[in-house]
Structure formats: C-alpha cells, structure tokens
C-alpha cells in the first residue's frame, strides 16, 4: 500500500491440506497445514472420525468427461513468472513512480498450487498468479475510484489504471440528493462486489441442499428484468482461476441466468449425491459449492452511453462493507463509495 502518510508491504505464504474421505457411504472431512508424514496421518485419522459419526449419503457419481486431462497449453497460460518474481520492494518502488500526495494505491498479488490427488483418479495440479490494483487518486471527498485484476502484470495496465482514477475525480462536491425514482449506473467494480454476493447467497449448493435460498424456496423468488444473463465460465484467463474444482472435476460453463429465470444450484459430489443430481465441478474444499467465475453478460450499451440515459440520477463507483439481511429477495446493506 502506497499512500502519503504511510506505505506498507507483507508477504504471507500458507499450506492448506484437506482430507475427505468415504467410508461406509459416509463422508468426512479434515484439515491441517502439514508438513510430515505424521501431520498427515493425524488428519486423515480424524477425517475418518467425522465420517464415521456423519450421516448417510448416497454413492458419488462422477460426471462424463471428468477425466479429461488439461491441455499443457492451458496450464501454462495461468502463471506468469513476473508476478511469481515480484518481491514488495519492489512492488512499492513502482507504486510510488506513480503515486503523489493524495494518492492511494493499493496491490496484492499472489502465486497459487493447487494439487488434487484421489483413489481411482487422475492427479490434477496447476500453479497460478493473480494480481490486483486499487486506485483511488485526489482530494477527498470527490476521489476518483478504480480498480481491477490480471493474470499477469503487463495485463494489469497500471499506468491506465491510474488515469482512470483521476479522471473519476469530483469537480465539485454537493450535499443534495437525488429523487428516490432516480436512475443509478453501477461502475465494474461496483457491481463486480453485487455479483460475487449473488453468486455466493444464491447460487449455493449448501443452501439448497438445506433448502433455503430462491433456489429451494420458491417463497423467496422475485422476478428478474428479462435483460439479466448469468453465467459462470470458468475457461476464460479473465476468470482467474483454476480448471478443475477442489473434487479434481473439470469445470465447465454454466448458465445461472437466462432470460431472467434462475437456473439451478452448482455442487460438488456430495452435495450432488444428496439430491440426486451431478456435479457441476464447483466444489470449494469439500465445504460448499459455488460459483467462482461469475460473469453478466454485457448489454448493447457502453457506460458512457449508460450515463447520457441516466442524466440526474447517479453513478455508484464501488458498493464496500456489503451483507445480506434476512428475507426474500436477497436484501442487502452496503456503503457506496465515489457517488457521483
């Protein structure tokens, strides 16, 4: 983090092991950070605790095609050396070439192994990077926000990143505000922070194995404008993220919404099992399944063209601190930022 007051650079790195196990049409499930044999034996041990106290669930179905193997191509496009060499010095050296006194700028990165290893099954591993930038330039209130994320660091465009930011700066500020029927625009990166809540509370296959959510009440659903397409595609470098899911099934496109009707839930092998369905190749850790890639599909309309429609309502640049409140419909409370 790059500001005028303080800058400040970390580096964390962790090990994740999780155990799941089958015994007896049980399942269980444990974790640890392991580094010996005899960490790993413990977790296993108490993975088969849990599946012996855990309920019945029928016998996993593996989907078509789940075997296939990733093209080396593939895999190779997902890592980028330069981030994985990127050091924080280093890191803070560029931010501040572009940073000035009422600048602040904010990048993460990050270099991911993800390795699944099952009985009876191929092996799947994949390394990964990823790196993000916050903007936020000028004189407070009335910054200009922006941000955004790549697979590599030539992809992240810094420099326009940056000019993005200030040309969202306030030139002036009003305390007046509009009409409640005013038309709002959401900015990406607001309503990337509104996607990523809905793909997770709605689409949930834990939530729907439990029965609650749109998805397994139909009490909770709301009609959705016909103009709204979800999906969730998993096989663009835009996604960032992995090709196979945390049960080693291979992921797939999948429409979540079209033409404004809710498809169904997304699930791992057990979840799929416990309503008789297929996995969708969405496990998350043997925890839940959800979407991971989300996209909406893009309109005929480019923002600026968004905003000449919209005259006299608002532009929302980023929506933070956002949680779900109980009810239908999906309430949610949030604070929107750089509101223009």
Known sequence: TERARSRRAEVQASRIVVVRVREGRRTGLARCAASDVGELQATLRQALAVARAASISPDWEWPRGS???????????MHDAEIAALAPAAALQRLQAHADKR??????????????AA????TRAAS???????ARTGRRPGSGFAAASSRTLQGLAIEALIARAQSLQASEISESVPEQEAPAVLAAEAAVALLELVAR????????????????DPAERRSLSAVVRLVDEPREAIALGFPFDYDGVLKRRRELVHDGELAGPVLDLE???RCGRLSTGHGVAGEDATPGHPQWLAGEEAEADLLRRSAGGLRIGSIENLRCLPGPGLPFRGVA???R
């Not at 990964?128 to 916050?134: M, Q």
């Open 119 to 122: 009985t009876g099954r191929p």
């Open 67 to 77: 075997e296939e193997p990733v093209p080396p191509a593939a895999l190779a496009e």
């Open 103 to 116: 600048s602040t700028l904010r990048c993460s990165w990050s270099e991911l192994d993800l390795v699944i």
């Open 128 to 134: 990964t990077t990823e790196i993000s930038l916050e």
């Open 337 to 339: 930022r750089s509101v």
């Open 271 to 273: 979840l799929a099992a």
């Open 201 to 216: 509370e709605v689409f949930s296959g834990r939530r729907f194995v439990a029965g609650q959510g749109p998805l397994a």
